[in-house]
């Protein structure tokens, strides 16, 4: 079998850490959006069941000044 060559192999890479990195944020966001509309603890359980790591929820849930910027 073929390998594709390096800077193909680097692209691949980069194109899935980009959607996971996507997909991370939606859910990030919606963790947020939990939060204002429910409770924060309704938030940690919502993030902690879509794997997000503990640092993050708390950097997003509990210092709104830490969170990346809106664009």
């Given amino acids: 079998m073929k390998q594709a060559p390096a800077g193909l192999r680097i692209m691949a890479v980069g194109a899935a850490e980009e959607?996971?990195?996507a997909q991370q944020r939606a859910v990030v966001d919606n963790g947020i959006a939990v939060q204002g509309s429910a409770?924060?603890?309704?938030?940690?359980e919502y993030l902690r069941s879509r794997n997000v790591g503990t640092a993050v929820i708390e950097?997003?849930?509990?210092e709104p000044k830490q969170r990346r910027s809106q664009k």
């Fill in 59 to 62: 950097r997003v849930l509990l």
């Fill in 39 to 44: 409770n924060t603890m309704s938030a940690v």
């Fill in 19 to 21: 959607r996971t990195d």
